[in-house]
């Protein structure tokens, strides 16, 4: 037989709890935690009936509070074994530690009671808390970069290409601005989860109703004193079996959103990692490559790239489950979203606090930047030059053709020859520009190409930025070590 240790590593585990999960997110989606929790909600819909009038006493209510966390889960596994149920394997475990409590565990509640306000709507509420937090810090790491850099200018792209200068905190801003709608997307998103309650088998309450002898005001009591026991301020009204599968759809996009911002920001930075403008934070004892010594690949960044795709496509599940619920329900939601549901959060989780590993290590090399914006500056200030020309006394058709003819030489130099961009020097050969040579060091200031780039990050950081992270001001200053 294996000894114990190696049985660990002769079946698959999930790299994302293996490998990539904080243990917080991991134990969110535990067998603990999930069996816990619906005990707890056994212990709530027990209390909240007793309240009401139903032959509950005190000596259950504590019996089962006692042995809450007392899971032997063996038991259940075997019980589930035998009874294809793992609802009531699990009711059956509790009344095995609770034979007093045993007879009104589970009264007339249905399997959903259980299952959908736990792995649904509990869970998600705590981890969408925490996802807010993590957001939270990543855009505070990211507004002091864009903050710090807002003066700073570098090449813009469009295509890949060169464009008008930016500045570095400009181009940071950009990742802040899809950051800051996913935080109100998650915000809104937890504000809108409700409690699933106390509903019965098809959400009629029958069951409820039956045993409050018809008396329909103690039921409502219960569906809201039992929300109330849980953390929440509403129920949902209406449901079948379960609760609408649209939620899982709306709390799953905003997190499908969430990735498809982070892959764009990392793949930038990659982008940029391989101009040698911008890399992110790498160990003393890091290695890039297995072959290449010298490499300084954007490890964290390609990390977050990959598991953010996964994020993204799995707004699949939640939305063809969606679609496929017959009537009050079926069961063909449950395999499904055992599956994608926690791989969701898990997912979001490990790209978040990747995330805030990176951001609060980026290093800019102002240099490299520079040297990049010298090379291709001469053939942007063109249009400058012309116009100076022009006030100058000169024709402004002359110039613009001296100008053309210099350009496309110097630009077969670059492509031609592999050589320095040479057009301001030949720019400064040429007598027809006599009149404006003392002006071209002022035309040619990178700081006079950036345009409104500072101004829009001041006031994107002061109006848009900060107000929103003001609720998480005082668990701001917690970093991120990543283990792996």
Known sequence: AAAPGRCLFMKYRSPL?????????????????????????????????????????????????????????????EEERKLRHDVMAHVHTYAHCCPTAAPIIHLGATSCYVGDNTCSVIIPVNSLCSFLLQLARVIDRLANFADKYAHLPTLGFTHYQPAQLTTVGKRACLWLQDLVMDMRNLQRARDDLRFRGVKGTTGTQASFLQLFQGDYNKVEELDRMVTEMAGFKKAYLVTGQTYSRKVDVDCLSNLASLGATVHKICTDIRLL????????????????????PYKRNPMRSERCCSLARHLVVLIADPLQTASVQWLERSLDDSANRRISLP????????????????????????????????????????????????????????????????????????????????????????????PILEQLDALLDPKTFIGCAPQQVARFLSEEVRPLLEPYKAKMDVKIELEL
């Not at 990692?273 to 290449?292: C, D, H, R, T, V």
């Not at 130099?413 to 006599?434: I, S, T």
Request: with cysteine; net charge negative; proline share 2%.
């Open 17 to 77: 709890v293996s490998r990539y999960a904080s243990k917080e997110m991991a134990y969110n989606f535990s067998d603990r935690k999930k069996f816990t929790t619906w005990r707890k909600l056994w212990i709530y819909l027990a209390k909240a009936e007793k309240a009401l009038g139903l032959l509950i006493t005190d000596a259950q209510i504590l019996e089962m509070e006692t042995h809450a966390e007392e899971i032997d889960f063996a038991m259940a596994a």
């Open 273 to 292: 990692a391989n101009l040698k403008e911008i890399e992110e934070p790498f160990e003393k004892e890091q290695i890039g490559s297995s072959a290449m």
């Open 343 to 434: 791989e969701s959060f898990l997912t979001a989780d490990i790209i978040l606090s990747t995330l805030q590993n990176i951001t609060e290590g980026l290093v800019v090399y102002p240099k490299v930047i520079e040297r990049h914006i010298r090379h291709e500056l001469p053939f942007m200030a063109t249009e400058n030059i012309i116009m100076a020309m022009v006030k100058a006394g000169g024709n402004r058709q002359d110039c613009h053709e001296k100008i053309r003819v210099l350009s496309q030489e110097a630009a077969a130099v670059v492509k031609q020859e592999g050589g320095d961009n040479n057009l301001l020097a030949r720019v400064q050969r040429d007598p027809y520009f006599a």
